[in-house]
């Protein structure tokens, strides 16, 4: 099966057929050539284990904090965070919905993308957190969860594609997004465009999302080093958006969160103004609450130069 691919050098797209894959192929375009390695991309299944009864030991402090950036004359930024934490029959429960919108389009209207997005999928949400106290945990898994943000994802779609097509000023508008449920140590994300949300854990920070950039699949197609990629003209080119085109497929993952974890859900605002060793060292520092660590990290990434608005909503679990 053909697999579509994009030359290093001009960024032209090409379909390669997999008879060439691991051999050098010329682009059609500028005549350079270039190996295309595929690879296997597709998000794990969510699991259908059942969201555990109590959270335990587990409690969570959130916060989030956003910037225009010194170089932006407007920020198109948009985050909702709802908390929901309540005891009864002496047991803890933690309930966490946090969403992160990044517009894009500029003066076309990115920041109403991002804000449809962020009422779209809260409101298509609510029930979740509405509903939690008159619901039986067993009931209730991470699979269909899942499939809970996917159809809120999908209606903000639709909901940004249709007004574009109404009002003229906001032709070519979009948004990516991450939507995280973290709900009794069990948590679920889904994902459009290139909003990070990293897991810190045992003094380690990973990178949970996987990047939909032009840039971060050609590195996993072999056509770019990582090296290669920093800097690249393309870096902020995606593949997906909210309201770019009629279909999306939202990424989705998983991960448990215990005490002494900590999440971090941005824009790219922020891995664009600093890299993760930066990132992991400040999250090691352990202020003593989310909304400092989110304050801190968007401070840092002004002071790095601010070329972009920069939201990021942090989750300390203790």
């Not at 948009?78 to 992160?100: A, E, K, P, R």
């Not at 993308?113 to 945990?137: K, M």
């Not at 699979?143 to 809120?152: H, I, M, R, V, Y």
């Not at 002071?303 to 909503?313: H, I, K, L, P, W």
Request: with cysteine; aromatic share 4%.
């Amino acid at each position: 099966m053909p697999l579509r691919a994009y030359c290093p050098h001009c960024i032209a797209p090409s379909l390669v057929a997999e008879k060439h894959f691991g051999v050098p192929v010329k682009c059609y375009q500028c005549g350079k050539t270039f190996t295309v390695q595929p690879t296997v991309l597709a998000s794990k299944p969510a699991s259908t284990e059942p969201i555990p009864y109590t959270a335990g030991a587990l409690r969570l402090d959130i916060g989030g904090v956003t910037s225009i950036g010194r170089e932006r004359s407007r920020n198109e930024d948009s985050f909702l965070v709802q908390h929901l934490t309540w005891s009864d029959l002496n047991q803890n429960h933690q309930l966490g919905l946090v969403i992160v919108a990044d517009g894009m389009g500029g003066h076309a209207g990115g920041d109403q993308a991002a804000r449809l997005v962020l009422r779209t999928v809260g409101t298509a949400l609510a029930p979740l957190l509405t509903s939690a106290l008159n619901t039986e945990h067993r009931e209730v898994t991470r699979a269909g969860l899942a499939k809970s943000l996917d159809a809120a994802i999908k209606e903000a779609n639709r909901v940004v594609k249709e007004a574009a097509i109404a009002d003229k000023q906001y032709k070519g508008m979009g948004a990516t997004a991450a939507v995280v449920v973290i709900w009794n140590g069990r948590v679920v994300i889904g994902h459009i465009g290139d909003c990070r949300v990293y897991h810190a854990h045992g003094g380690q920070l990973k990178q949970v999302t996987k990047d939909q950039t032009l840039v971060n699949r050609m590195v996993e197609l072999g056509q770019l080093t990582a090296g290669e990629a920093a800097g690249h003209a393309a870096s902020n080119e995606v593949l997906q958006a909210i309201g770019a085109r009629t279909t999306i497929e939202p990424a989705h993952y998983k991960l448990k969160v215990v005490p002494g974890d900590w999440l971090v859900v941005a824009c790219d605002g922020l891995h664009g103004q600093l890299d993760d060793r930066v990132i992991q060292a400040t999250v090691n520092k352990s202020p003593i609450s989310a909304a400092l660590m989110a304050n801190r990290l968007v401070d840092m990434a002004d002071e790095a130069g601010g070329a972009d608005n920069c939201t990021v909503v942090a989750v300390r679990c203790y």
